[in-house]
Every structure is written in C-alpha cells, then in structure tokens.
T-cell receptor, first 113, second 114 residues
C-alpha cells in the first residue's frame, strides 16, 4: 500500500497570498487530520475530516480551512498568508475506529516571505 | 483539553546503550491511547509504539518499550541497544478513546553518539 502523500513538498509564498496544500491518504482510510509543526509550538492540530465532513477543529483562525473529497483526498487552504504561517504542515490519515493509529505524510514545508 | 508534556528537549546516548525519554500527560478520561512517534531528519513521522490505557502490561516493540504508570500519568519510552538510526525527534502523543484528535508533546531530540 502506498503511504500518505503530500504535495508539494516545498512552497515559497509572500505575505497576503493564499496557498493550497494537498494530501492523499492511505487507500481505505477515511479520516484525514492536518497539523502545523513549528520549532516553538511543536505539532498543533488544525482539523480533521472524516467522510467529507469536518469532525474536529483546532484553535486556528478562519484563514485556515480545509475540505475532503469523496475519494478521501484532502486539501488545506490558507488565505492572506502571514509570516507566522511559515511551518511544516503535516497530514495524517487513519482508518477511523476505536483503535486508530495515525499515519503521517512527509509534510509540506511552507515559507512565507 | 488534554496536555502532553515532554520535559527533555534534548537527550543523548552512546551507541549500544539504553536511554529513557519522559512523557507526562493530563487527562480526566479513563479510556485513551498513548503513542510514541519518531521523526527523523527526513521529516516522516513514524509510529514507534502504542499503549492502550486499559492494558496494564507495558507495550514492547523489539528494542523499544514503555513504562506506563497510569496513576502517575506517566508514559516513558525506553530504547535499548541504541543505534545510529535511532537519532530523531521523538514525540509523545495522546488520543482520547472517544475521538480521533491527537495531542502531541513538544518533542525530545535524541542524539546517538558513535
């Protein structure tokens, strides 16, 4: 089975722009979660999608949004980028169910200039 | 919200020696899961070991084992016979038994000295 695939691996944007990151989960996995990883804050939970519905949401401003498609692929969008949005964005997929394990992608490194 | 604390930002160990990474968590739930993930420089987070809170027996995966102290809310990771490939950032994580949101600690950077 292929693992979790995140594209692109690297992105450079300027303040005020918007960006879309993509995540393809492991085949058969219905849950996709997004995290922001920064050196100072560690991994911060953004949101989780399950069967195209947002099931959980972290404490991030509305500039951060996401969606999930019927094939479980997920996208995350950040609008009006700020310098502080520079981070590694990780996607994790899981089957759904009580004994869930999250499997992570390699992440997208976003740099905002 | 649940919190996970890793009090050791950095640790080092001699190759072939044993090292223990600490993790404590705060929760009022009785049903939950605990995890250790490893993140090498390649950035891919890899599951190292998992513990169900209802199990009293400590989980073991080859050279990796945990010391789960439920009453103390402590979940430490022991790495035996450390290898150079063990060098990575290690994250402790908590997941409620009723939800899918993971809470991560801030990580411990492990250096393995040849």
């Amino acid at each position: 089975k292929a693992g979790v695939t995140q594209t692109p691996r690297y992105l450079i944007k300027t303040r005020g722009q918007q960006v879309t990151l993509s995540c393809s989960p492991i085949s058969g996995h219905r849950s996709v979660s997004w995290y922001q990883q920064t050196p100072g804050q560690g991994l911060q939970f953004l949101f989780e999608y399950f069967s195209e519905t947002q099931r959980n949401k972290g404490n991030f401003p509305g500039r951060f949004s996401g969606r999930q498609f019927s094939n479980s692929r997920s996208e995350m969008n950040v609008s009006t980028l700020e310098l502080g949005d520079s981070a590694l964005y990780l996607c994790a997929s899981s089957p759904g169910g009580k004994r869930n394990i999250q499997y992570f992608g390699a992440g997208t490194r976003l740099s905002v200039l | 919200a649940q919190t996970v604390t890793q009090s050791q930002p950095e640790m080092s160990v001699q190759e072939a020696e044993t090292v223990t990474l600490s993790c404590t968590y705060d929760t009022s739930e009785s049903d939950y899961y605990l995890f250790w993930y490893k993140q090498p420089p390649s950035r891919q987070m890899i599951l190292v070991i998992r513990q169900e809170a209802y199990k009293q027996q400590n989980a073991t995966e080859n050279r990796f084992s945990v010391n789960f102290q439920k009453a103390a809310k402590s979940f430490s990771l022991k790495i035996s016979d450390s290898q150079l490939g063990d060098a990575a950032m290690y994250f402790c994580a908590y997941r409620s038994g009723t939800g899918n949101q993971f809470y991560f600690g801030t990580g411990t950077s492990l250096t393995v000295i040849p």
